[in-house]
């Protein structure tokens, strides 16, 4: 039985060019690159659970900046410093994010000006509210961890 052929179990011939040497199929995608595009969905869903919180607080931020109610509240000699504590932190609920309040600081007649403003002005800039926005990343290994991010409201 040894060199007969089988019809049904036959080995394919190799491919040739225009003579006997073979050649390699050129048609192929190679198999790197169907394994990363077939791993593409796992990486774009990985890199929205890691992230989303932190773009969450971004755009609150970049919103919060251009909010005109912020700006004529903050502009109003009579606001209380807790009005605009609350006002930032009901904008920032709104997009899910928690800002405990102790992490706003209104620029204003507060208990806490003498010192805490000083400190922010030096770590943050100047301006009239400072908030700290906390930007949460979950991370595969290492688990979730919180860059906070000083925003300052001119």
Same mark, same amino acid.
């Given at each position: ?5 089988? *019809? ?21 995608? *190679?198999?790197? *690159? ?121």
């Amino acid at each position: 039985m040894m060199g007969e052929s089988n *019809p049904l179990f036959s080995e394919p011939e190799p491919r040739t060019s225009t003579g006997n040497s073979p050649t390699t199929d050129q048609g192929l995608i *190679p198999r790197k *690159p169907r394994v990363r595009w077939w791993l593409a969905p796992l990486w774009a869903t990985a890199l929205y659970v890691s992230t989303h919180q932190a773009a969450k607080a971004g755009i609150a931020s970049a919103l919060l900046l251009q909010d005109p109610d912020l700006t004529s509240l903050l502009s109003k000699p009579q606001t209380i410093a807790l009005d605009g504590q609350r006002f930032i932190q009901r904008h920032f609920l709104s997009y899910g994010v928690y800002i405990p309040l102790e992490d706003i600081v209104i620029r204003g007649v507060t208990s806490v000006e003498p010192t805490i403003v000083p400190l922010m002005e030096q770590s943050c800039g100047e301006g009239q509210a400072y908030v700290w926005v906390p930007l949460r990343f979950q991370l595969p290994v290492v688990g979730e961890k919180v860059l906070e991010w000083c925003l300052v409201k001119a």
